[in-house]
């Protein structure tokens, strides 16, 4: 085991795995963290925890995730190559871990002219495939970038993000390549509503072998109006909107978008189980916790199925190392 946590653990034993996502609040509002997990619990087998989503000033993503694992989520820790140097991402890696956050998720992240804080100054010190593999070597070889030892190697399960839409479409498969060549142990891949073209993606990886390599968690977000729909696909890059989804959710009815984009998704959910190559799901029902419990019973995914923990290495509380 390379983290102790749920989600490898239940990955390695051949479970089909759901993951959520929680974006941490605009401020120190633990309330609203607490709320949002509420929802979460038993539903999912770990959540991500967004590092300033959209280039927009949040919570830490490592001080979130401290919270959920104290209301009984596992966390995927995000950290974006946008805003730290190398030795701030090797530093935040050696705390996270101390304190017992068992997933990371390696990020280029949102450009900074799309925020809040389009003046910042964007770091980029790496990019995310130099990041997955500075990680990897600090876990199995217990170095650091520059080449010196780490006394205590951190324990992380390495999670990417692979884009199958982007263009040229071609090249994208050779892009996930990259990233496991690098060393990662889990793919979670952008929203997926193009269900033809996403299966060419997987198709070219099991082809090269690929899937045999990695987890692959396939992206699921359910639209909760058209006018969600029309923005993603017509202002979000890498997004694949067909146009034949939009007519279904027209042809709802008033009333029943939000409906039938819930029934989209489930459908979607069906058919990833039964696809070679895809070990699970990415839940993303941004900004609409509150559904996932549904989302998840719709789609059959209950009960969530459970590892025996005496298997698995003891990490420390989430409120930190005990002090000697």
């Known amino acids: 085991?390379?983290?102790?946590?749920?989600?490898?653990?239940?990955l390695t034993a051949g479970h089909f795995a759901i993951t959520g996502e929680l974006g941490p609040p605009r401020g120190t509002?633990?309330?609203?963290?607490?709320?949002?997990?509420a929802h979460l619990v038993g539903m999912v087998d770990a959540v991500n925890i967004t590092d300033n989503q959209t280039a927009v000033v949040r919570m830490a993503s490592w001080a979130t995730s401290l919270l959920v694992m104290k209301e009984g989520l596992e966390p995927n820790y995000q950290m974006?190559?946008?805003?730290?140097?190398?030795?701030?991402?090797?530093?935040?890696?050696?705390g996270a871990t101390a304190l017992g956050i068992p997933n990371l998720l390696c990020l280029s992240g949102d450009h900074q002219k799309f925020g809040d804080h389009p003046k910042s100054k964007?770091?980029?010190?790496?990019?995310?495939?130099?990041?997955?593999?500075?990680?990897?070597?600090?876990?199995?070889?217990?170095?650091?970038?520059?080449?010196?030892?780490?006394?205590?190697?951190?324990?992380?399960?390495?999670?990417?993000?692979?884009?199958?839409?982007?263009?040229?479409?071609?090249?994208?498969?050779?892009?996930?390549?990259?990233?496991?060549?690098?060393?990662?142990?889990?793919?979670q891949t952008q929203c997926i509503y193009?269900?033809?073209?996403?299966?060419?993606?997987?198709?070219?990886?099991?082809?090269?072998?690929?899937?045999?390599?990695?987890?692959?968690?396939?992206?699921?977000?359910?639209?909760k109006s058209i006018g969600m729909a029309r923005y993603m696909q017509k202002n979000v890059p890498g997004m694949d909107v067909p146009e034949h989804m939009i007519k279904r959710l027209k042809g709802a009815g008033k009333g029943k978008v939000a409906k039938e984009g819930i029934?989209?998704?489930?459908?979607?959910?069906?058919?990833?189980?039964?696809?070679?190559?895809?070990?699970?799901?990415?839940?993303?029902?941004?900004?609409?916790e509150h559904k996932v419990p549904a989302i998840v019973?719709?789609?059959?995914?209950?009960?969530?199925?459970?590892?025996?923990?005496a298997s698995l290495p003891e990490t420390p509380a989430p409120d930190g190392p005990e002090v000697k």
């Open 122 to 187: 964007g770091v980029f010190d790496l990019d995310s495939i130099q990041q997955v593999a500075m990680i990897k070597r600090m876990r199995d070889e217990g170095k650091f970038l520059a080449g010196e030892d780490i006394d205590v190697p951190p324990k992380i399960f390495i999670g990417a993000a692979a884009n199958p839409f982007g263009e040229p479409f071609e090249w994208r498969v050779h892009r996930l390549a990259k990233k496991i060549a690098a060393g990662a142990d889990f793919i």
């Open 80 to 94: 974006v190559c946008r805003d730290r140097n190398r030795l701030a991402m090797q530093a935040d890696l050696l």
């Open 297 to 309: 019973e719709q789609a059959k995914l209950l009960p969530r199925p459970t590892v025996a923990k």
């Open 1 to 10: 085991m390379k983290s102790g946590g749920n989600l490898e653990a239940l």
């Open 194 to 223: 193009n269900m033809k073209k996403f299966k060419q993606w997987i198709d070219q990886a099991n082809d090269m072998g690929l899937t045999e390599k990695v987890y692959i968690l396939a992206g699921v977000t359910p639209f």
């Open 263 to 288: 029934k989209i998704t489930c459908e979607q959910i069906e058919e990833f189980k039964e696809m070679k190559g895809v070990a699970g799901v990415h839940l993303m029902a941004i900004e609409w």
């Open 29 to 37: 509002n633990v309330e609203a963290v607490k709320k949002k997990a």
